[in-house]
């Protein structure tokens, strides 16, 4: 029952969610009926009731043997008679007669001031209410649902973002409310032998998030597209999310370093998937990642950068997107490799505070200036779950690819300033004396 | 056909009933929902007015939703009862049980407002 559009609108609106509302009409699945309420030119005198309503809602539950029906929005009503005290007992009438006819009524209406809505529905209909919100933050638009009530069933009381897209709407819930993560126990190599090496001799573990924060040119795509084919040589797949540069900047610039990732992506076991990061919402990012692991099923996931996503959005939207992706992917056992752009070799605050903690391996990178050569500088900052090493060494990269060597000339006065304790945690002077 | 007195545009003429010859100017319809007292009620109110201030100019329609649900639609009705006029134009609609005779008087234009 629709109260403020038309069927062809409806129909439209309909189809742009992906439904072919003529379609399910012909094959009598839906019933519409457009209930114009025209108050100009309507006048009231004595006594009436709504059951020429009640009347249509029968004739059209009948007419398809509907289970459940939408009136939207019966708001409507409101603004057509002016005799409160008649409407309200005859929407109580309505639901209790829906109730009785076992049809699950789904009531639109709109936020009121004091109350949930305006009119105070939630009196009648209170067996649930789902509360939608629409809030623009720094230029993004992100939708959100919160369930308010919904008697006799336990239920999440956070809000959820939701996407409408060309597929229907979906939700994202927070699956790692009961950390159920399914630890796995077998090894992925990185890619470099000698990263392995410095992992306990055998790598990351499956099925967890690594991150690879650095300075601009520090090496970070080398090391996340270096793993990506060692992912593809080993016959699995990878999907490799850029954000930043696109497929084919990418198969350029990695074939200056010998990784040729074009065979592996016409053998389909590489995707890229390039888009810019803040040119969408955190959540049409969600929901693409979601898709595209779906459908693709790899074996490992990167993100090059994930900072850019950080940009789109507040910091806890974004960390709260960020939480629920790993989940997502990790929960798959799928390995996640990251990488995070440290401004001036100093970590992002964003990282510091948001990921850091989400992640399972930190690996940073540093550069260096010592005499005339930029040096680079790699160690592991943390690695859950197995002795590494806590060696600062070298990344050397050059046209035969990646490999990580002794630094040769140990000098500390060389070392960047904020050098660095095996904790990870920066022994700044500066910081010190203030 | 050359009659002009039933177009909208003619609200006042048509209150003074001009139509005289031919079919009858005054086309209403009543909806309702059974015999309830309130649809009694409503009829027997329509037919003292109309006998009072339209007598012979008029016809009344009972529509019985119960019998007819298809034909709600048509006429957007929600409530029940629902006088329509549907001569002359434009539609008008008074809903409840038409107690109120100064009130269906204006509602259906045979007396101006005010």
Same mark, same amino acid.
């Given at each position: 029952?629709?109260?403020?559009?038309?069927?062809?609108?409806?129909?439209?609106?309909?189809?742009?969610?992906?439904?072919?509302?003529?379609?399910?009409?012909?094959?009598?699945?839906?019933?519409?009926?457009?209930?114009?309420?025209?108050?100009?030119?309507?006048?009231?005198?004595?006594?009436?009731?709504?059951?020429?309503?009640?009347?249509? #809602?029968?004739?059209?539950?009948?007419?398809? *043997?509907?289970?459940?029906?939408?009136? =939207?929005?019966? %708001?409507?009503?409101?603004?057509?008679?002016? =005799?409160?005290?008649?409407?309200?007992?005859?929407?109580?009438?309505?639901?209790?007669?829906?109730?009785?006819?076992?049809?699950?009524?789904?009531?639109?209406?709109?936020?009121?001031?004091?109350?949930?809505?305006?009119?105070?529905? &939630?009196?009648?209909?209170?067996?649930?209410?789902?509360?939608?919100?629409?809030?623009?933050?720094?230029?993004?638009?992100?939708?959100?649902?919160?369930?308010?009530?919904?008697? !006799?069933?336990?239920?999440?009381? @956070?809000?959820?973002?939701?996407?409408?897209?060309?597929?229907?709407?979906?939700?994202?819930? #927070?699956?790692?409310?009961?950390?159920?993560?399914?630890?796995?126990?077998?090894?992925?190599?990185?890619?470099?032998?000698?990263?392995?090496?410095?992992?306990?001799?055998?790598?990351?573990?499956?099925?967890?998030?690594?991150?690879?924060?650095?300075?601009?040119?520090?090496?970070?795509?080398?090391?996340?597209?270096?793993?990506?084919?060692?992912?593809?040589? +080993?016959?699995?797949?990878?999907?490799?999310?850029?954000?930043?540069?696109? %497929?084919?900047?990418?198969?350029?610039?990695?074939?200056?370093?010998?990784? !040729?990732?074009?065979?592996?992506?016409?053998?389909?076991?590489?995707?890229?998937?390039?888009?810019?990061?803040?040119?969408? *919402?955190?959540?049409?990012?969600?929901?693409?990642?979601?898709?595209? $692991?779906? &459908?693709?099923?790899?074996?490992?996931?990167?993100?090059?950068?994930?900072?850019?996503?950080?940009?789109?959005?507040?910091?806890?939207?974004?960390?709260?997107?960020?939480?629920?992706?790993?989940?997502?992917?990790?929960?798959?056992?799928?390995?996640?490799?990251?990488?995070?752009?440290?401004?001036?070799?100093?970590?992002?605050?964003?990282? &510091?505070?948001? $990921?850091?903690?989400?992640?399972?391996?930190?690996?940073?990178?540093?550069?260096?200036?010592? !005499?005339?050569?930029?040096?680079?500088?790699? /160690?592991?900052?943390?690695?859950? *779950?197995?002795?590494?090493?806590? &060696?600062?060494? /070298?990344?050397? $990269?050059?046209?035969?690819?990646?490999?990580?060597?002794?630094?040769?000339?140990?000098?500390?006065?060389?070392?960047?300033?904020?050098?660095?304790?095996?904790? *990870?945690?920066?022994?700044?002077?500066?910081?010190?004396?203030? | 056909?050359?009659?002009?007195?039933?177009?909208? @545009?003619?609200?006042?003429?048509?209150?003074?009933?001009?139509?005289?010859?031919?079919?009858?100017?005054?086309?209403?319809?009543?909806?309702?929902?059974?015999?309830?007292?309130?649809?009694?009620?409503?009829?027997?109110?329509?037919?003292?007015?109309?006998?009072?201030?339209?007598?012979?100019?008029?016809?009344?329609?009972?529509?019985?939703?119960?019998?007819?649900?298809?034909?709600?639609?048509?006429?957007? $009705?929600?409530?029940?009862?629902?006088?329509?006029?549907?001569?002359?134009?434009?539609?008008?609609?008074?809903?409840?049980?038409?107690?109120?005779?100064?009130?269906?008087?204006?509602?259906?234009?045979?007396?101006?407002? +005010?």
């Amino acid at each position: 029952m629709t109260f403020e559009e038309k069927e062809k609108d409806l129909t439209e609106n309909f189809a742009s969610l992906g439904f072919d509302l003529p379609a399910l009409v012909k094959a009598k699945k839906i019933a519409i009926d457009y209930v114009k309420i025209e108050r100009s030119e309507i006048e009231e005198t004595g006594e009436y009731d709504l059951e020429g309503l009640f009347v249509r #809602i029968a004739s059209a539950i009948d007419s398809v *043997g509907a289970k459940r029906i939408v009136l =939207d929005t019966i %708001e409507a009503l409101f603004s057509g008679f002016s =005799d409160d005290s008649i409407l309200r007992a005859e929407l109580r009438r309505l639901f209790g007669w829906l109730k009785e006819k076992g049809v699950t009524a789904i009531i639109t209406g709109e936020k009121g001031e004091n109350l949930l809505t305006k009119h105070g529905l &939630e009196e009648y209909v209170a067996d649930c209410v789902i509360y939608l919100d629409h809030r623009v933050n720094e230029q993004l638009a992100t939708r959100r649902m919160k369930i308010i009530k919904y008697r !006799g069933s336990k239920h999440g009381t @956070s809000e959820f973002p939701f996407l409408i897209g060309e597929e229907g709407i979906s939700v994202f819930p #927070i699956t790692s409310l009961a950390l159920t993560s399914k630890a796995y126990h077998d090894r992925v190599s990185s890619g470099i032998k000698e990263l392995d090496e410095m992992l306990d001799n055998k790598g990351f573990y499956r099925g967890t998030a690594v991150l690879i924060s650095g300075s601009a040119g520090s090496g970070k795509t080398s090391i996340a597209a270096q793993y990506a084919a060692s992912v593809c040589k +080993g016959g699995k797949k990878a999907i490799y999310f850029s954000f930043e540069e696109s %497929e084919d900047q990418l198969l350029r610039n990695m074939r200056s370093i010998g990784l !040729g990732l074009k065979k592996w992506v016409n053998k389909g076991d590489l995707k890229f998937v390039s888009n810019r990061g803040s040119g969408y *919402g955190l959540e049409a990012h969600l929901v693409l990642a979601h898709k595209v $692991i779906d &459908e693709f099923k790899p074996d490992a996931v990167i993100m090059d950068p994930i900072n850019t996503l950080l940009e789109s959005g507040t910091l806890d939207e974004a960390k709260a997107m960020l939480a629920r992706l790993l989940d997502f992917i990790k929960n798959k056992g799928v390995t996640l490799l990251m990488t995070d752009l440290a401004i001036r070799g100093e970590i992002s605050e964003a990282t &510091e505070i948001g $990921i850091s903690s989400l992640c399972d391996v930190w690996i940073k990178l540093n550069m260096s200036v010592e !005499g005339r050569t930029k040096q680079r500088l790699l /160690n592991i900052l943390k690695a859950r *779950g197995m002795k590494h090493s806590h &060696e600062v060494r /070298n990344l050397m $990269i050059s046209d035969k690819g990646l490999s990580i060597k002794d630094i040769e000339m140990y000098s500390p006065a060389a070392w960047p300033r904020s050098g660095l304790g095996s904790s *990870g945690v920066p022994l700044s002077a500066e910081g010190g004396a203030r | 056909m050359t009659h002009s007195t039933s177009s909208g @545009s003619s609200r006042a003429r048509e209150t003074e009933g001009r139509t005289r010859r031919g079919m009858k100017a005054w086309r209403l319809k009543l909806y309702v929902a059974g015999t309830t007292p309130k649809s009694l009620e409503a009829f027997d109110n329509l037919k003292r007015i109309c006998e009072e201030y339209l007598k012979g100019k008029y016809c009344i329609e009972i529509i019985d939703l119960i019998k007819k649900p298809k034909l709600a639609k048509g006429d957007q $009705i929600v409530a029940i009862p629902t006088l329509v006029r549907k001569l002359p134009t434009p539609i008008k609609k008074i809903i409840g049980d038409l107690s109120n005779k100064e009130k269906v008087l204006v509602g259906l234009n045979i007396v101006k407002k +005010g």
